[in-house]
């Protein structure tokens, strides 16, 4: 057992990762290509660009097994990196456990989140090719604030979709984009005939991230001094996270600990692919043999109750088909209070590796993940995003399950923000108004079955 007594464990910046890691080049199976909607046939290069500059979709595609970092954007990166890994002592003091438990702390970015690791190289790249400005979408505001601020230290405009529900609730996070220079409207919203379109036949509709991304699509699509940029879902995006896992397994070398369980919050995919891709890699060439879980919200439970399907990334149906864990492009969440989980795919990765067998998938309800928060909070002193108590919740369950056992396993998982800027969640969990919320089977299959009719034919 390892007698590691402090709870910070360091990186020197000379230590930061300077590569990219692209599962792809290591996943045992290829996973399904993006398809083209209108030609049924895989998407090539020149298809991405009306929307992406050519060294984003060239990552999008590639099998290498790692990308360099450019200089600008290391030079960005340090402003906050290497984050911090913590030994959570007090959080395992409170459970009783013998478990060994660890976070990678992405909250000391200047968004609070893990999204500038890609927000920072996509608005770099886009600079590079010229582009004047960036749309995009956003639930919580974690990505829209991220891009923002990436959008600030390359000169680019930005352009920010928010989903109706969030902006409502999150008014600060808005306001946070706005002081980065962004510019934000409600999703859906009148200023696109995808927005126009919902409204006029769902005016209270809460939005979705579905709908905020075919908005920002349409805006970037007319114009060619405009490109769209993602927050997840997609292989670049959620290489560019990579740099948090290979940190992680710095850190974890640095104290001679190896992960017997990694944990991670779902919505598209890239907070958890950028901890977990590196450890997988390190499984399959028998370094080390981590159990690995993604935990996403009862309310939207793509993984665990979703069809593995082609289908779009966006409801007004503007994206190529994509493999992916899906509850159907139209599928409108409740509006939980975790708005980065309001998404009805799972990243194509994500889903290629839980249909395979190489990841397992839970779903939790607000309420468990809100309580695990508050003890995090209580504990260990970061009151938590609402996303990644969701990680939190199983984290705990699963040190409980090793305090029974008396198995002295170590659980790592990624605390992918802070969750200054979600209080009145926290206020309405503490007052008792959150309520839990989830799908019959039935129901699902159905609303999937429906969607997926309105997709055009694939040979």
Known sequence: MSQVKQHKIDLAESEMPTRWYNVLHDLPTPPPPPL??????????????????????????????????????????????????????????????????????????????????????????????????????????????????????????????????????????????????????????????????????????????????????EVAAQDPTINYSLGSVLNHVLMHQTIIGEETLLQLAKIGETADLLVGCTGGGSNFGGLMFPFLREKWAGRMNPDVIAVEPAACPSLTQGTYAYDFGDTAGMTPLLKMHTLGHDFIPDPIHSGGLRYHGMSPLISHLYETGEIGAVAKQQNECFAAGVLFARTEGIVPAPEPTHALAVTIEEALRCKESGEEKVIVTALCGHGHLDLPAYGAYLSGSVTDTGWEDETLKAAVAEALTKLPALA
């Open 36 to 217: 083209h909607p209108g030609t049924g046939q895989p998407i090539g290069p020149d298809d991405l660009a009306p929307l992406f500059p050519m060294d984003l979709i060239m990552q999008e595609v590639s099998t290498d097994q790692y990308v360099d970092i450019p200089e600008e954007v290391l030079d960005v990166y340090r402003l906050w990196r290497p984050s911090p890994l913590f030994r959570a002592h007090r959080l395992e003091k409170a459970l009783g456990t013998p478990a060994r438990i660890y976070y990678k702390y992405e909250g000391v970015s200047p968004a609070g989140s893990h999204k500038p690791n890609t927000a920072v190289p996509q608005a770099y790249y886009n600079a590079k090719a010229g582009i004047k400005k960036l749309t995009t979408e956003t639930g919580a505001g974690q990505w829209g604030t991220s891009l923002a601020f990436a959008c600030a230290q390359f000169d680019l405009e930005c352009e920010v979709w928010q989903v109706r529900a969030s902006y409502d609730q999150k008014p600060y996070r808005r306001l946070m984009i706005e002081t980065f220079g962004g510019v934000v409207h409600p999703s859906p919203s009148p200023l696109t005939a995808a927005g126009q379109k919902i409204l006029a036949e769902h005016p209270d509709s809460p939005g979705s991230l579905g709908i905020a991304i075919s908005e920002a699509v």
